[in-house]
T-cell receptor, first 110, second 114 residues
């Protein structure tokens, strides 16, 4: 069974700061997902990675398969980035039996 | 294009009752998965369906079941409800089953068991 650890659990930063959220997993995977959850419950998929690096706007996600580690970076953070960020891994890819981290609660203060 | 639709959004049930939650995936998506989210356990995978077949199941008791219809719509059922079943139940869809698919979540169904 894969164990997924996220750090930090909570993060408060000032608007404009560079944010890094880390995710480590214990067993080899075929895909890693970064998800964003706002108050009220809705979850949005930010990235799906199997190798390398992806960028979307101010968000960057990287994965190191050998080290079993991924990072999510937010550049020029904004209060609207305040949310819970969740890392999830899949042994079979896609939505096949995802294992989730406990999430990082991010607050960006103006 | 309409997103993933879950109904009902909110419901309250009594211990011992059963509940059915519904999920309509994005048009053209054939894979539907279900998740439970609680403050204590976080997000946990329940099961996944593709082409009306259950492809994977999480570590939940047999009281939790589901099915998928030929139009890819899915339902999950929880029988003999317990207080600990109070949670946000999320459904997600993706175009296909297997590697390389982004998953799209619905807004969830908030279940309270009293």
């Amino acid at each position: 069974k894969n164990e997924v650890e996220q750090s930090p659990q909570n993060l408060t930063a000032q608007e404009g700061e560079f944010i890094t959220i880390n995710c480590s997993y214990s067993v080899g995977i075929s895909a890693l997902h970064w998800l964003q959850q706002h108050p009220g419950g809705g979850i949005v998929s930010l990235f799906m990675l199997s190798s390398g690096k992806k960028k979307h706007g101010r968000l960057i996600a990287t994965i190191n398969i050998q080290e079993k580690h991924s990072s999510l970076h937010i550049t020029a953070s904004h209060p609207r980035d305040s949310a819970v960020y969740i890392c999830a891994v899949s042994a079979g890819g896609g939505a096949d039996g995802l294992t989730f981290g406990k999430g990082t609660h991010l607050i960006i203060q103006p | 294009k309409a997103g993933v639709t879950q109904t009902p959004r909110y419901l309250i049930k009594t211990r011992g009752q059963q509940v059915t939650l519904s999920c309509s995936p994005i048009s053209g998506h054939r894979s539907v998965s279900w998740y439970q989210q609680t403050p204590g356990q976080g997000l946990q995978f329940l099961f996944e369906y593709f082409s009306e077949t259950q492809r994977n199941k999480g570590n939940f008791p047999g009281r939790f079941s589901g099915r998928q219809f030929s139009n890819s719509r899915s339902e999950m059922n929880v029988s003999t409800l317990e207080l600990g079943d109070s949670a946000l139940y999320l459904c997600a869809s993706s175009p296909l089953w297997g590697a390389g698919n982004t998953i799209y979540f619905g807004e969830g169904s908030w279940l309270t068991v009293v």
